[in-house]
């Protein structure tokens, strides 16, 4: 990928929304008031994957809480979770189906400097044939750790609700609708995502996203 299909400051994040803007009147109208836009960009890595995979399913303020608590417990290394037990993982806030995820990501040796270089499908590829790791935890990690300006995660919810309140659907989009919709904000749906995000905060008072 070249550095112009990334997003990696805060200025990328309000020259792609301009541009968005401008495409998209819904965007347009709502965007002065939402502004500046999070970049949300975070380290990369095996513990970038530890926590979305916690975040799965769960709300943004009880996934910082497990997350914190495996923090305190020393679970944050690939050699630390494999030689964890299960009532230790338990006791950290893990489910039975999140502790294999976890360990199934610490067993996998994934070369994350190569994942660096790797254009969006090559990661979506890489990170979805592991365990646990479905399309909206692959989406999130390009987006925010690698900092891929392209890639949408259609299946979350939060997108869903704000794209039926701005755009005044009858209801919230299914994935695939989602995804067919957000084919009109390339090749900035990672903003298009962030803006989508402030938005549903501004409607719903509560975060959509860690």
């Given at each position: 990928?070249?550095?112009?299909?990334?997003?990696?400051?805060?200025?990328?994040?309000?020259?792609?929304?301009?541009?968005?803007?401008?495409?998209?009147?819904?965007?347009?109208?709502?965007?002065?008031?939402?502004?500046?836009?999070?970049?949300?960009?975070?380290?990369?890595?095996?513990?970038?994957?530890?926590?979305?995979?916690i975040?799965?399913?769960i709300?943004t303020?009880?996934a910082?809480?497990?997350?914190?608590?495996?923090?305190?417990?020393?679970?944050v290394?690939?050699?630390?979770?494999?030689?964890?037990?299960?009532?230790?993982?338990?006791?950290?806030?893990?489910?039975?189906?999140?502790?294999?995820?976890?360990?199934?990501?610490?067993?996998?040796?994934?070369?994350?400097?190569?994942?660096?270089?790797?254009?969006?499908?090559?990661?979506?590829?890489?990170?979805?044939?592991?365990?646990?790791?479905?399309?909206?935890?692959?989406?999130?990690?390009?987006?925010?750790?690698?900092?891929?300006?392209?890639?949408?995660?259609?299946?979350?919810?939060?997108?869903?609700?704000?794209?039926?309140?701005?755009?005044?659907?009858?209801?919230?989009?299914?994935?695939?609708?989602?995804?067919?919709?957000?084919?009109?904000?390339?090749?900035?749906?990672?903003?298009?995502?962030?803006?989508?995000?402030?938005?549903?905060?501004?409607?719903?008072?509560?975060?959509?996203?860690?």
């Open positions: 990928m070249t550095q112009a299909d990334r997003i990696t400051s805060d200025e990328c994040v309000a020259q792609a929304a301009s541009q968005l803007a401008a495409m998209v009147p819904e965007f347009a109208k709502v965007l002065p008031q939402l502004s500046p836009l999070p970049l949300r960009l975070r380290a990369d890595g095996f513990g970038a994957l530890v926590d979305a995979i975040g799965q399913q709300s303020a009880a910082a809480a497990i997350v914190a608590r495996m923090k305190a417990a020393d679970l290394t690939p050699a630390q979770i494999l030689a964890a037990s299960d009532e230790e993982l338990r006791a950290a806030g893990q489910s039975v189906q999140k502790i294999k995820y976890l360990r199934a990501l610490a067993e996998a040796d994934l070369d994350y400097k190569a994942l660096r270089q790797a254009n969006t499908a090559e990661v979506l590829k890489t990170l979805t044939a592991l365990p646990g790791i479905g399309p909206w935890t692959a989406e999130i990690y390009a987006m925010f750790s690698l900092g891929h300006a392209d890639v949408f995660p259609a299946g979350d919810l939060a997108l869903q609700e704000a794209a039926k309140l701005l755009f005044d659907l009858p209801e919230r989009p299914k994935p695939t609708a989602m995804r067919q919709m957000a084919e009109a904000w390339s090749p900035f749906r990672s903003v298009a995502a962030r803006l989508l995000w402030a938005y549903y905060r501004e409607q719903k008072k509560r975060e959509g996203i860690r």
